[in-house]
């Protein structure tokens, strides 16, 4: 069974910098496709950015494209980690890692594995 723990969660200010990590455990294929979505209370989550790495293949949210990279750690090879570089206040939100059914470069549809969350608050 596939399980996945987030970390890095932090607050910080308008125009900081945060790397979000992912651990993935119990993926049978040396693949990884996962994706980092988000949630606000009141919203759905929303997919903030995908990486398949069998396709190379990412997906960026419109309004974080040039600000996060997805990647997949070049040392820990079962860790997904997104770089959040220029945050704004609208980035502040729980952030959870999931694999994913789908991908494209317009597209990232989850699975139903999700981890716990890691919670990312921007503010002055």
């Known amino acids: 069974q596939v399980q996945l723990v987030e970390s890095g969660g932090d607050s910080v200010q308008p125009g900081g910098s945060l790397k979000l990590s992912c651990a993935v455990s119990g993926f049978t294929s040396d693949h990884l496709r996962i994706g980092w979505f988000r949630q606000v209370p009141g919203n759905n989550r929303e997919a903030v950015a995908c990486?398949?790495?069998?396709?190379?293949?990412?997906?960026y949210l419109d309004s974080v494209r040039g600000r996060f990279t997805i990647s997949r750690d070049s040392e820990k090879k079962n860790t997904v980690n997104l770089e959040m570089n220029n945050l704004r206040f609208e980035d502040t939100g729980v952030y959870y890692c999931?694999?994913?059914?789908?991908?494209?470069?317009?597209?990232?549809?989850?699975?139903?594995?999700w981890g716990q969350g890691t919670r990312v608050t921007v503010s002055s």
């Open positions: 999931t694999t994913v059914a789908s991908i494209g470069v317009y597209w990232c549809y989850a699975d139903n594995n």
């Open positions: 990486l398949s790495t069998r396709l190379d293949s990412r997906y």
